[in-house]
Every structure is written in C-alpha cells, then in structure tokens.
C-alpha cells in the first residue's frame, strides 16, 4: 500500500508539474487565456497529492496496527517498520499539515513535502500574474466570477485540509475502526 502511494504521488506530482508548464507555454506562445487555467490545475494537483498522502496514513496506521498486533502475539518487538517510518517520513497521531508534522523536527519527506508545495503556490502565482491582463480585458462580471470561484475553491480546499489532517479528523477515524479489532493504537492520536 505505501508503494502504491509513492507511485501514485509521484505520478500526480510530475502530471500536474507538466500540465503547469505546458500551460505557461502556451501562454507565452499567444494563448494568455491558459493563463488563468493555471491556478486551478495547481489547486487540483495539490489537492490530488493530499489525497494521496491520506491514504499513505491510512496505509501506515493499518501496518502500523498489524505490527503492533503481530509484535503482541509471538513477533516479540520484530516488526519495526511503523517506528522506522515514524521516525524516518513523519509520525503519525500528531498534528500535521499532510505530511509535516507541527512542533517537530522536519525530515526530507516532510521538506519534499513544502518544496512541492511551495513551487504549486508559485506556479499559481506565476499564473494569475501572467494572466492579469487578460483578466483584466473581461467584463466585471467574468472577471468577478473567476476571482470568487478561485477563491472559494482554495478558501474550501485550505479548511478541510485543515480540518482533515490538522484537526486530525482523518486519522481519529482509522484509530477508531483499528482499536476495535486490535486495541489502542501504539501512537497518541490528534
């Protein structure tokens, strides 16, 4: 399962990452309009790879369940790869912008994490920058609509990601279906 995520992620990093160029290009070729398509191709790109960082928790809370259930019952402390991925990607059943833990130590995930992220938000920048004078050229009625809904979808997008990963609603409800069939989890939940 978390092999599936890192190909999956991956795949949608380098899908939104070529989409973004290719919009620019177009852009700067004579078709300014793309522009404007930028930012949300951004939104969705970001979107899509917190979506799949969730299922990498989920992923790692059953396995993590599994080796605490398996260590339990015979494997005697053998099973190591939930505290070696607490340790090495991010911990889990702490506070966390998808996969950067709040008050901790960053680790290379975590930094890949903000890269990403951070060159999404620059591209989105980048986009509606490019694309403001043709913005500008629709009517008031256009150009409000576009604003607003770029708006509402971030203003959407930011509080569940918030309420998901930060509130740590995502991970309350694996601990909640993993305690009944194993017990507590190992880790304090959110």
């Given at each position: 399962?978390?092999?599936?995520?890192?190909?999956?992620?991956?795949?949608?990093?380098?899908?939104?990452?070529?989409?973004?160029?290719?919009?620019?290009?177009?852009?700067?070729?004579g078709i300014p309009q793309m522009?404007?398509?930028?930012?949300?191709v951004c939104l969705w790109a970001a979107t899509q790879t917190?979506?799949?960082?969730?299922?990498l928790i989920m992923a790692r809370h059953?396995?993590?369940?599994?080796?605490?259930?398996?260590?339990?019952?015979?494997?005697?402390?053998?099973?190591?790869?939930a505290a070696l991925e607490d340790a090495y990607l991010f911990p889990l059943g702490v506070r966390k912008v998808v996969a950067v833990p709040l008050g901790r130590p960053l680790s290379w995930f975590s930094f890949m994490t903000l890269f990403i992220t951070a060159n999404g938000v620059w591209a989105m920048v980048v986009g509606l920058w490019a694309g403001w004078a043709t913005l500008l050229e629709l009517g008031y009625s256009a150009r409000l609509t576009y604003l607003v809904v770029l708006g509402l979808?971030?203003?959407?997008?930011?509080a569940t990601g918030i309420w998901w990963f930060v509130g740590g609603a995502g991970e309350?409800?694996?601990?909640?279906?993993?305690?009944?069939?194993f017990g507590p989890a190992p880790w304090a939940s959110v």
């Open positions: 399962m978390v092999g599936m995520y890192h190909r999956r992620f991956f795949s949608d990093v380098r899908t939104g990452l070529v989409l973004v160029v290719f919009l620019l290009a177009l852009g700067w070729w522009f404007l398509v930028v930012p949300f917190a979506f799949d960082a969730s299922y059953y396995a993590g369940a599994l080796e605490a259930f398996l260590n339990e019952h015979g494997a005697e402390g053998v099973l190591v790869g979808f971030v203003a959407v997008s930011m309350r409800r694996l601990d909640a279906v993993l305690a009944t069939r």
